[in-house]
């Protein structure tokens, strides 16, 4: 039997618009209908243009928005948070990485607050356990224990997205929804997150929800790809069936007009770097 951490049957997601003064009220439908599963330690990657709603679907798999319509089911339990909150174990099995490093970090915490709150609210883990816990995330991702007490603006794009990275796992998750994590970041950074997020994965058998736009990005790190257009699947396949032989002509459209980006060439080269850095200081 298939072991899936999440799955998504005709998920939908309306919202009410006003007509304004003169205007008639509506209903918008910015999720028609989607279908998804994912298997344990696996990554869907959602990917299609601005305004196809594939954040919108990100929203509700994190259980930030609940959905208008269909069924959510997250290690086997239906979810509905507009009937019943989740509880704070459901609430650590799914956790968010966003966009943008620079805003998603409260600049007035220091690092150490940053990482040690999700425990303080949700454990009954003592501060020295907190701290410990949380200084070890900081060396998991890439960081070190020394950056505990330091503020966010001292850290750069790359490091700042590893930070809320550390802050994601500190409760354990099985699931894991990033919303375009690497597209504010140079591409050697890149590169560099989307290794450590593999890593990552692999240590922990997580299971990623990745949003993205960059189909270079979709290529390196997703097992399945759901492409959406305007609220709609046009098409779910394995990424190699979506790369080899992109079946519906948006697909074949967003393929064609998306600049490609050789990731595994930049990995190389940072790879290349390292190499000469660390023969260098021997």
Do not use: W
């Not at 990100?58 to 609940?66: G, K």
């Not at 650590?92 to 425990?119: A, C, H, I, W």
């Not at 375009?180 to 990552?200: H, I, T």
């Amino acid at each position: 039997m298939t072991d899936y951490v999440v799955e998504g049957k005709g998920l939908t997601q309306d919202y009410y618009v006003s007509g304004g003064m003169f205007g008639k009220a509506k209903t918008v439908r910015a999720v028609k209908g989607i279908d998804f599963a994912v298997e344990r330690g696996k990554t869907l990657a959602i990917v299609g243009e601005s305004g196809s709603g594939k954040s919108t679907l990100a929203r509700i798999v994190a259980l930030i928005d609940h959905q208008s319509g269909g069924t959510l089911t997250i290690e086997g339990h239906e979810v509905d948070i507009a009937r019943h909150k989740p509880d704070h174990v459901l609430r650590s099995k799914v956790q968010m990485v966003f966009q943008n490093p620079y805003g998603s970090l409260n600049p007035r915490q220091k690092v150490g607050d940053v990482l040690t709150e999700p425990l303080l609210l949700n454990t009954k883990l003592s501060a020295r356990e907190r701290r410990e816990k949380a200084e070890a995330m900081l060396v998991k991702v890439g960081l070190g224990a020394e950056h505990y007490n330091r503020y966010p603006h001292m850290f750069s794009g790359g490091q700042r997205q590893r930070i809320a990275i550390a802050r994601a796992l500190m409760l354990n998750p099985t699931l894991l929804v990033l919303d375009e994590p690497v597209s504010a970041l140079d591409l050697s950074v890149q590169a560099q997150v989307l290794n450590l997020l593999a890593d990552l994965q692999d240590e922990f058998s997580l299971t990623y929800v990745f949003i993205s736009h960059d189909l270079s990005v979709v290529r390196y790190i997703a097992d399945d790809v759901l492409v959406m257009n305007k609220g709609e699947c046009v098409e779910q396949a394995s990424r190699d069936e979506i790369f080899s032989a992109p079946k519906h002509p948006y697909t074949q459209m967003l393929f064609a007009a998306t600049p490609v980006t050789d990731v595994e060439a930049i990995r190389a080269r940072v790879a290349h770097r390292k190499a000469l850095r660390a023969g260098a200081g021997a």
